[in-house]
């Protein structure tokens, strides 16, 4: 058996290149009493030397690798050693790696159908270029890179320009027909005939004046509806009617018309002006007794007569 080390093809196909160095040639006891190690170290010494080491003692750390120094590793194990191996299996490799040299190739042997899928994806995870995987023989061939782990390498890269695309060609009146907004364009529609009846009407500024009804508080602007002339003919004969509560302790309500309101206004700014006994029932509802009679009326000022217009829809 010739050295060699193999190495892949741009067709996808391998190659092999004939190399100098030693041979690693890495076996177990029970290798040995089977004679297996013996007649595969005889084959290789035919073409090459030879450097034999056992797979206890290279776990142990009882011997060193050299870096870089072998060519091709040989590991050949019985299927017992390579059960017994899948723990460390991965400290097994990182060795073989250092030790092997660019593009160095390691030979697994005698390896059974399941451990060979296996093996050859813990190769790819230590580093290593699987190139043939053999199940009926039991055998994996993986390659060492020729670039160590995490190298760096400048690609040349070549930029392409991108070949113009011609656009069409237009006629002078078919641009001219983009830009003419009265040319048809197809079926309009006619907007008015969207529209329904509802759309059509013209809402009322405000409602209609009932007699005894409820009414609006203040009539709208532009009123349209006779409720602004009926409020000034209100003010003007004074039959707009208000409430009003004296500050005695009883609290009596009486309704006045609008006259009476503002005979009872002048009268009261010209009274003396009335206190209560705490003096804080004008402030609300916070600072009043429990007994006080103004409880729910908003706060007003020392004297002022609290008024409620009846004309108001939310009385």
Known sequence: MAPVAVYPASDGSTASVQVKGPAL?????STA???KYQRL??????????ERQMLDRLLDQATVLSAESYPSVYVTLSPVDHQNLRPRLSELLTLLLEGLSPLGTLHVL???????TSFSSNLTLSGFHVLTVNPTEGTVIAQKPALPTGASLLLKTTTLTPASVPLPRRSIAAKKAIWNITSPRGDTIDAESLLTD???ARPAACEPVKAGGPRRR?????CTCGL??????????????VVVLDGGEGGRASEVTLSEKERLSKAVKAAPKATSSCGNCFLGDAFRCASCPYI????????EKVEIDLGMDDI
């Open 25 to 29: 040639v890495i076996g177990s006891l």
């Open 33 to 35: 009493e089977d004679g």
């Open 41 to 50: 170290v005889s084959e290789l010494e035919a073409t090459r030397p030879v």
């Open 110 to 116: 005698h390896l059974t159908s399941t451990d060979s």
């Open 198 to 200: 509802a759309d059509r």
């Open 218 to 222: 203040k009539a709208c602007k532009g």
């Open 228 to 241: 602004a002339e009926e409020e000034e003919a209100e003010l003007q004969s004074g039959l707009t009617k």
């Open 296 to 303: 729910g009326l908003p706060a007003f000022k020392p004297g």
